[in-house]
């Protein structure tokens, strides 16, 4: 396993090293400045600024100079907030997506697994042909539609939840940006789940168990459901990471002070550090996911060896 572990470290550093590259020269290839403002800066007070952030020397000495920050864990200053590291802006931020990503998934995967198994028990039956076409409904609805029709329904009309904010991770303020987000996994876990049961329902050891009188929750529980979801475990890496570094649109919709309106925030802002430093941190967070992922994997399927 030590050998698994480092053959996919050793192969992620590269990876990393890529998506970093083609990060820098993209975002250094988008027209604007961090400094473009309402008001134009004099020539004078404009090269000065540039001279203090390291941007008025060519693109090669810049990118070696990022590059060997980030070797040393740093991401340099924000361009756009005073006073701010993107390190700091990243340990500020984290809390909101982290709280509403995990809370998403584990809805999202405890209810979808269970819609999952039953529709499969039920394989086209009235229960089989619900499950999936809610599951249909959840992949082809967009968050932004879901978002702005829960808001009104139990934001505005009824007036049982807040339309937004943080208010410091109270209960209430989480419901509708869990649910929003957790909707979409519930189908797409739901759909695989359905599909590995079916699978595994049919296959020669299960009729084997069930020919030696086994109760149908223990073949179920027991023995089907471990290979099951065995794919879905290789979708929970990148959706894991995608949930925990915050939906994009959810979290400005509901004014969430999380890494993903941060993102779009820089990314508007033109501050070039903070955008890389957010894709650093959701590359990595891929890569070390997708490896755990892999760990899980070999551990509920003893054929797979890692070496």
Not at 91 to 107: C, E, F, H, Q
Not at 158 to 175: F, H, K, T, V
Not at 217 to 232: E, G, T
Request: aromatic content about 8%.
């Amino acid at each position: 396993m030590l050998r698994f572990i480092g053959r996919r470290l050793f192969v992620a550093i590269p990876t990393l090293f890529l998506v970093i590259t083609v990060a820098f020269f993209m975002m250094r290839a988008a027209p604007g400045s961090p400094f473009d403002m309402d008001r134009k800066l004099s020539p004078e007070i404009e090269r000065n600024v540039m001279a203090k952030y390291g941007m008025d020397r060519p693109l090669s000495e810049q990118y070696v100079a990022y590059l060997s920050g980030v070797v040393r864990g740093d991401f340099g200053p924000s361009l756009r907030y005073k006073d701010k590291t993107v390190v700091q802006i990243l340990k500020d931020n984290y809390r909101p997506s982290l709280t509403i990503g995990l809370s998403a998934l584990v809805l999202g995967g405890s209810i979808g697994v269970t819609l999952g198994v039953l529709a499969a028990l039920r394989q086209n039956g009235w229960l089989d042909v619900g499950v999936m076409g809610v599951a249909i409904l959840g992949v082809c609805v967009p968050t932004f539609v879901t978002a702005p029709l829960l808001v009104l329904l139990f934001g505005s009309t009824l007036e049982l939840l807040p339309n937004g904010g943080w208010n410091g991770g109270a209960l209430q303020n989480l419901i509708l940006p869990v649910a929003v987000l957790a909707l979409p996994q519930v189908a797409i876990i739901s759909r695989l789940t359905r599909a590995g049961m079916i699978e595994v329902l049919h296959s020669n050891y299960v009729r084997t168990a069930r020919a030696k009188g086994l109760p149908t929750h223990r073949i179920v529980f027991r023995h089907a459901l471990r290979a099951a979801i065995l794919p879905l475990v290789s979708y929970l890496g990148p959706a894991c990471a995608a949930l925990i570094t915050g939906s994009l649109v959810v979290e400005q919709i509901f004014n969430l002070p999380g890494l993903g309106k941060f993102f779009v925030i820089s990314a508007l802002q033109r501050d070039y550090t903070v955008v890389m430093g957010m894709v650093i941190f959701y590359a990595a967070l891929i890569l070390l996911l997708n490896l755990v992922a892999d760990l899980l994997y070999a551990l509920l399927d003893p054929r797979v060896r890692l070496s």
